[in-house]
C-alpha cells in the first residue's frame, strides 16, 4: 500500500537528449495508473526509473513520502512484470515464484513460502504447472507466472511493462480483464506501461499520456476521450481514430473540405483572427442522415465513399480529401507523433450497420457541430475544451474508482467469513 | 527450418561420418594394441593377427612396466605433475575469465574492445616462439622446473580462449534476467549466483574442458621450462627409455599415452550433456 509522487522526473542518456522531461505525477494508495504513448516516448525509461534500474538524472521520486532516488531496487519493495516476462528457465516455476521469498533472509519460513507460492498459484490456476520449467510453458502461462512472481510478495506496488504485447489478440483480451480483477482484489497501487490505448482506456483509473518524454495529459480515460487538451491527445486515444480537417475561418463560419459549419458565441471569439484551425470530428459523431436521425441543428453534406467495411456490429465508410496546404504540415508531423505510415488524407466515418451505404457512393452524412474539437494549429491547443465538465468527469471517475474498491474489499471480507 | 532430409543425403552423411570415425580411430586403436603387446611381439609380426596390428596374446607388461616397473619412476611423478598443474591451471582460468567476461558483457568501460581483440589476438601467438624467452626469463628468476612456471604460461595460453568464449555466452543472457532478480530483492553478488552463474554454467563447463586440454596436452612448454620435478607426461614420455639400451621403449610409451587420455575421455562423457546449450530457452517470450 502506497502512494508515489514524481516530482520534475529528468532523464538524459549518454547523449544529453531528454528521454523524460519534468514529469510530475501523483500517484495515490490503491490507484491504477497507465502509462501511454507511441513507442520510443520515454514509458519505460519512466518506469524504470521508479523501480531503481535507471538513474534519475534530476528531480525527486517519493513512495509514501520518502524520497528514494538513492534506493536500490531490492530496497524499493516494489515489484515488476517485464515485457517478456523474464523468468528464471533453470528454475521450475514453484521456484521463480518463491524466489523473492527465499531472497528475504530468515522472513518466512518453508512452510510460510509453500503456503503464499500455493495461494499465488491457486489465483493464477496454475497449480498444475507448479513443478515444469518455464521453457514447456505457453505464452500466457509464462505471463502469469511473471505476475505470480510479483504479487506473492506483498509488495508496495506493481509495476507492469508491456505485459500483454507478447499475446495473441485473444489471450490479451483475457489477460487484461484478468489483471484488471486482480489489481481490484488486491487494491495495490499499480503503473501499467503500454502503447495501446484500448488497453489504456479499458485498465487504468488514470491514464497519463506521453509524448517524446513530456506528459501531456492526465485524466481518466473518458475525460481524455470526451475533453483532450491537445491535437496530439486527441490523436492518439480512440480507436478508429478522430478525424483532423483542415478548416479556413471565414467570419462567422469555418469552412471544412465537405461543408461549411455556423460558429458563434465562445468559439467565434476564440478562432477570430486566425487563419485556419484544425477541426477534430471522432467517426462515430458522423451519421448517415438516411437511416439514422440527426441530432437537432446538425450540418448536413454529401461526400462520395471510396471505401466501407462492414464487422456485423458496426461498419467504417472511409472519404478521402485533399487536406489544405497551410495546415498540411502540421497534420504530417501530428501523424509522424503517432507513429503513423503517412498514408493519404482520408475522413474515417463509423456507420451505422444498417447503412446500404456502398463504395463509389454518394452518402448523406450529417454532423451536430457541438460534437466537433477545434485546435488551434500552431500550439496544437484545444480550443473547444469544457474545463468545467472535466473537473466534472474527473470526480465521478474518482467515486467509481472509491466504489469500485470498496466493492472489491467488500466481497473479499465476505469470502474470508464464509471460508472461516 | 527445414528439418526433412532426402533419404539420399542421409545415407551420404552417413557415409561420410562412418570415414571420418574410422579415419580418426585408428590410430588411437593402434596405440592401444600396441600398448597391449609384449617386447617380443613388438618386433616379430608374426604374433601379432590382423597384418602385425593385434597382439594374439595379450600382454600387461608395459602397463607394469610405467607403474611400478623401471619407468615408474619417471611415469608416476609425471602424472601427479600433470593432474596438479592442469587442474590448478583450469581452476585460475575459469574463476578469472568468468568475472572478466561478466564485465566485458555488463559494463560499458574504455578499452572493452582492445582487451576483446588482444585476447584474441594472443591466442594466437606462436607459443614455439614464447618459449625461448620465457626460458631465459625462469631460469633467471627461479621460476624453472616449478610448478608455478607451468600454471602461468598455461594460463596466458588459456586466459583469452576463455574470456572469448565465455563472454559470449554472457551476452546471451538477457540483461532483464538480473533486473528482475535485483527488483525481486537480491544484491548485486546473489543474482550473479543464483541466476546468472547457473545459466552460463555450460559456457562455464566448455570452457573449462578446453582449458585442461590445451594444458594436459601441452608438450611445448612442459618439455623446455621443465627439468624433474615439474615435468608433466607428454614431456617425461620422451624421457622413457626400454628395459635395456636397446630395447626401443614403445610399448610403454603407448601405455602411458593410453593412461593419460583416459581421463580426457571420462571428462567428455561426464560433461557432454552440459556442453550442450541451451539451456537459456524460456526465460523470454516464445
Ligand atoms: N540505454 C539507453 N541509452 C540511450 N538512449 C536510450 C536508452 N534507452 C532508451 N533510450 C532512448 O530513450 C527514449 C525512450 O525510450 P523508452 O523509454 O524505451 O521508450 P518506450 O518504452 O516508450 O518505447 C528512446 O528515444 C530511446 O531511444
Ligand atoms: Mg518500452
Given at each position: 500500500m502506497s502512494s508515489i509522487e514524481l516530482k520534475h522526473i529528468v532523464k538524459k542518456y549518454g547523449d544529453g537528449f531528454p528521454a523524460v522531461n519534468d514529469v510530475n505525477l501523483d500517484i495515490k494508495d490503491g490507484e491504477f495508473v497507465i502509462l501511454v504513448g507511441p513507442s520510443g516516448c520515454g514509458k519505460s525509461t519512466l518506469l524504470r526509473?521508479?523501480?531503481?534500474?535507471?538513474?534519475?538524472?534530476?528531480?525527486?521520486?517519493?513512495?509514501?513520502?520518502?524520497?528514494?532516488?538513492?534506493?536500490?531496487?531490492?530496497?524499493?519493495?516494489?515489484?515488476?512484470?517485464?515485457?517478456?516476462?523474464?523468468?528464471?528457465?533453470?528454475?521450475?516455476?514453484?521456484?521463480?515464484?518463491?524466489?523473492?521469498?527465499?531472497?528475504?533472509?530468515?522472513?518466512?519460513?518453508?512452510?510460510?513460502i509453500d503456503q503464499k507460492v500455493r495461494q499465488a498459484s491457486d489465483m493464477l490456476e496454475l497449480d498444475e504447472h507448479l513443478q515444469?520449467?518455464?521453457?514447456?510453458?505457453?505464452?500466457?502461462?509464462?505471463q502469469r507466472v511473471a505476475m505470480g512472481r510479483a504479487i506473492v510478495r506483498e509488495a508496495d506496488a506493481f509495476l507492469f511493462d508491456e505485459p500483454l504485447s507478447n499475446l495473441d489478440a485473444k489471450l490479451r483480451g483475457q489477460m487484461r480483464t484478468e489483471i484488471a480483477r486482480m489489481q481490484r482484489r488486491l487494491g495495490i497501487t499499480t503503473i501499467y506501461v503500454t502503447h495501446d490505448q484500448t488497453e489504456a482506456m479499458t485498465l487504468g483509473d488514470r491514464v497519463c499520456v506521453l509524448k517524446r518524454g513530456v506528459l501531456q495529459q492526465v485524466a481518466s480515460p473518458r475525460e481524455l476521450y470526451e475533453q483532450p487538451v491537445n491535437l496530439f491527445v486527441a490523436g492518439f486515444i480512440g480507436s478508429p481514430p478522430m478525424n483532423f480537417l483542415p478548416a479556413r475561418v471565414d467570419g462567422n463560419r469555418l469552412k471544412l473540405p465537405f461543408v461549411d459549419v455556423p460558429v458563434d458565441g465562445e468559439l467565434a471569439e476564440k478562432v477570430k483572427g486566425k487563419d485556419v484551425v484544425i477541426v477534430g470530428l471522432r467517426p462515430e459523431h458522423l451519421k448517415d442522415s438516411t437511416v439514422e436521425t440527426a441530432p437537432e441543428h446538425s450540418v448536413k453534406f454529401n461526400a462520395v465513399v471510396?471505401?466501407?467495411?462492414?464487422?456485423?456490429?458496426?461498419?467504417?465508410?472511409?472519404i478521402p480529401y485533399e487536406a489544405d496546404g497551410a495546415v498540411r504540415k502540421q497534420l504530417e508531423d501530428l501523424d509522424r507523433d503517432l507513429d503513423g505510415e503517412g498514408l493519404r488524407t482520408?475522413?474515417?466515418?463509423?456507420?451505422?450497420?444498417?447503412?446500404?451505404?456502398?463504395?463509389?457512393?454518394?452518402?448523406?452524412?450529417?454532423?451536430?457541430?457541438?460534437?466537433?474539437?477545434?485546435?488551434?494549429?500552431?500550439?496544437?491547443?484545444?480550443?473547444?475544451?469544457?474545463?468545467?465538465k472535466a473537473a466534472q468527469i474527473a470526480a465521478e471517475s474518482e467515486k467509481l474508482r472509491k466504489a469500485a474498491l470498496a466493492r472489491a474489499h467488500k466481497r473479499e471480507v465476505e469470502q474470508a467469513e464464509k471460508s472461516a | 527450418m527445414e528439418t526433412t532430409m532426402s533419404t539420399k543425403a542421409k545415407n551420404g552423411l552417413g557415409v561420410v561420418s562412418i570415414v571420418i570415425m574410422i579415419w580418426t580411430l585408428i590410430p588411437l586403436l593402434w596405440i592401444?594394441?600396441?600398448?597391449?603387446?609384449?617386447?617380443?611381439?613388438?618386433?616379430?609380426?608374426?604374433?601379432?593377427?590382423?597384418?602385425?596390428?593385434?597382439?594374439?596374446?595379450?600382454?600387461?607388461?608395459?602397463?607394469?612396466?610405467?607403474?611400478?616397473?623401471?619407468?615408474?619412476?619417471?611415469?608416476?611423478?609425471?602424472?601427479?605433475?600433470?593432474?596438479?598443474?592442469?587442474?590448478?591451471?583450469?581452476?585460475?582460468?575459469?574463476?578469472?575469465?568468468?568475472?572478466?567476461?561478466?564485465?566485458?558483457?555488463?559494463?560499458?568501460f574504455p578499452g572493452k574492445k582492445l582487451i576483446l581483440t588482444t585476447s584474441l589476438a594472443v591466442s594466437f601467438f606462436p607459443v614455439i616462439a614464447m618459449v625461448t624467452p620465457l626460458f631465459n626469463l625462469w631460469r633467471q628468476i627461479g621460476l624453472f622446473d616449478t610448478i608455478p612456471g607451468l600454471i602461468i604460461p598455461y594460463l596466458a595460453l588459456t586466459l583469452p580462449l576463455s574470456i572469448w568464449i565465455l563472454s559470449a555466452f554472457f551476452q546471451q543472457i538477457p540483461w532483464e534476467?538480473?533486473?528482475?532478480?535485483?527488483?525481486?530483492?537480491?544484491?548485486?553478488?546473489?543474482?550473479?549466483?543464483?541466476?546468472?552463474?547457473?545459466l552460463a554454467a555450460p559456457g562455464v563447463f566448455t570452457t573449462a574442458i578446453i582449458a585442461f586440454f590445451t594444458a594436459w596436452n601441452d608438450f611445448v612448454f612442459s618439455s623446455n621450462l621443465t627439468a624433474q620435478s615439474a615435468q608433466t607426461v607428454p614431456a617425461a614420455l620422451n624421457f622413457f627409455t626400454g628395459a635395456s639400451q636397446f630395447v626401443q621403449p614403445t610399448g610403454a610409451i603407448c601405455a602411458a599415452a593410453v593412461v593419460v587420455t583416459i581421463p580426457v575421455v571420462i571428462l567428455v562423457l561426464v560433461f557432454q550433456k552440459r556442453i550442450v546449450a541451451g539451456l537459456t530457452s524460456g526465460a523470454v517470450k516464445g
Amino acid at each position: 500500500m502506497s502512494s508515489i509522487e514524481l516530482k520534475h522526473i529528468v532523464k538524459k542518456y549518454g547523449d544529453g537528449f531528454p528521454a523524460v522531461n519534468d514529469v510530475n505525477l501523483d500517484i495515490k494508495d490503491g490507484e491504477f495508473v497507465i502509462l501511454v504513448g507511441p513507442s520510443g516516448c520515454g514509458k519505460s525509461t519512466l518506469l524504470r526509473m521508479i523501480v531503481g534500474l535507471e538513474d534519475i538524472t534530476s528531480g525527486e521520486l517519493d513512495i509514501d513520502g520518502k524520497r528514494v532516488n538513492d534506493l536500490a531496487p531490492r530496497d524499493r519493495n516494489l515489484a515488476m512484470v517485464f515485457q517478456n516476462y523474464a523468468l528464471y528457465p533453470h528454475l521450475t516455476v514453484y521456484e521463480n515464484i518463491a524466489f523473492p521469498l527465499r531472497l528475504q533472509k530468515g522472513k518466512h519460513s518453508d512452510a510460510e513460502i509453500d503456503q503464499k507460492v500455493r495461494q499465488a498459484s491457486d489465483m493464477l490456476e496454475l497449480d498444475e504447472h507448479l513443478q515444469r520449467k518455464p521453457g514447456n510453458l505457453s505464452g500466457g502461462q509464462r505471463q502469469r507466472v511473471a505476475m505470480g512472481r510479483a504479487i506473492v510478495r506483498e509488495a508496495d506496488a506493481f509495476l507492469f511493462d508491456e505485459p500483454l504485447s507478447n499475446l495473441d489478440a485473444k489471450l490479451r483480451g483475457q489477460m487484461r480483464t484478468e489483471i484488471a480483477r486482480m489489481q481490484r482484489r488486491l487494491g495495490i497501487t499499480t503503473i501499467y506501461v503500454t502503447h495501446d490505448q484500448t488497453e489504456a482506456m479499458t485498465l487504468g483509473d488514470r491514464v497519463c499520456v506521453l509524448k517524446r518524454g513530456v506528459l501531456q495529459q492526465v485524466a481518466s480515460p473518458r475525460e481524455l476521450y470526451e475533453q483532450p487538451v491537445n491535437l496530439f491527445v486527441a490523436g492518439f486515444i480512440g480507436s478508429p481514430p478522430m478525424n483532423f480537417l483542415p478548416a479556413r475561418v471565414d467570419g462567422n463560419r469555418l469552412k471544412l473540405p465537405f461543408v461549411d459549419v455556423p460558429v458563434d458565441g465562445e468559439l467565434a471569439e476564440k478562432v477570430k483572427g486566425k487563419d485556419v484551425v484544425i477541426v477534430g470530428l471522432r467517426p462515430e459523431h458522423l451519421k448517415d442522415s438516411t437511416v439514422e436521425t440527426a441530432p437537432e441543428h446538425s450540418v448536413k453534406f454529401n461526400a462520395v465513399v471510396d471505401q466501407t467495411e462492414w464487422l456485423g456490429n458496426e461498419q467504417y465508410a472511409y472519404i478521402p480529401y485533399e487536406a489544405d496546404g497551410a495546415v498540411r504540415k502540421q497534420l504530417e508531423d501530428l501523424d509522424r507523433d503517432l507513429d503513423g505510415e503517412g498514408l493519404r488524407t482520408q475522413m474515417i466515418v463509423n456507420l451505422d450497420p444498417r447503412s446500404r451505404v456502398i463504395e463509389g457512393d454518394e452518402a448523406r452524412l450529417a454532423f451536430d457541430p457541438a460534437a466537433m474539437h477545434v485546435f488551434d494549429p500552431h500550439t496544437g491547443a484545444n480550443l473547444t475544451r469544457d474545463d468545467d465538465k472535466a473537473a466534472q468527469i474527473a470526480a465521478e471517475s474518482e467515486k467509481l474508482r472509491k466504489a469500485a474498491l470498496a466493492r472489491a474489499h467488500k466481497r473479499e471480507v465476505e469470502q474470508a467469513e464464509k471460508s472461516a | 527450418m527445414e528439418t526433412t532430409m532426402s533419404t539420399k543425403a542421409k545415407n551420404g552423411l552417413g557415409v561420410v561420418s562412418i570415414v571420418i570415425m574410422i579415419w580418426t580411430l585408428i590410430p588411437l586403436l593402434w596405440i592401444i594394441a600396441t600398448s597391449l603387446k609384449s617386447t617380443a611381439a613388438l618386433a616379430d609380426p608374426s604374433q601379432n593377427l590382423f597384418g602385425n596390428f593385434w597382439p594374439k596374446h595379450i600382454s600387461w607388461d608395459n602397463y607394469k612396466l610405467i607403474f611400478s616397473g623401471g619407468a615408474s619412476d619417471l611415469f608416476l611423478p609425471a602424472l601427479w605433475h600433470s593432474i596438479v598443474v592442469c587442474v590448478v591451471s583450469t581452476f585460475i582460468s575459469v574463476v578469472l575469465a568468468t568475472f572478466c567476461a561478466y564485465a566485458i558483457s555488463r559494463l560499458n568501460f574504455p578499452g572493452k574492445k582492445l582487451i576483446l581483440t588482444t585476447s584474441l589476438a594472443v591466442s594466437f601467438f606462436p607459443v614455439i616462439a614464447m618459449v625461448t624467452p620465457l626460458f631465459n626469463l625462469w631460469r633467471q628468476i627461479g621460476l624453472f622446473d616449478t610448478i608455478p612456471g607451468l600454471i602461468i604460461p598455461y594460463l596466458a595460453l588459456t586466459l583469452p580462449l576463455s574470456i572469448w568464449i565465455l563472454s559470449a555466452f554472457f551476452q546471451q543472457i538477457p540483461w532483464e534476467m538480473e533486473q528482475a532478480a535485483q527488483v525481486d530483492g537480491a544484491t548485486s553478488w546473489q543474482a550473479f549466483i543464483k541466476v546468472i552463474a547457473p545459466l552460463a554454467a555450460p559456457g562455464v563447463f566448455t570452457t573449462a574442458i578446453i582449458a585442461f586440454f590445451t594444458a594436459w596436452n601441452d608438450f611445448v612448454f612442459s618439455s623446455n621450462l621443465t627439468a624433474q620435478s615439474a615435468q608433466t607426461v607428454p614431456a617425461a614420455l620422451n624421457f622413457f627409455t626400454g628395459a635395456s639400451q636397446f630395447v626401443q621403449p614403445t610399448g610403454a610409451i603407448c601405455a602411458a599415452a593410453v593412461v593419460v587420455t583416459i581421463p580426457v575421455v571420462i571428462l567428455v562423457l561426464v560433461f557432454q550433456k552440459r556442453i550442450v546449450a541451451g539451456l537459456t530457452s524460456g526465460a523470454v517470450k516464445g
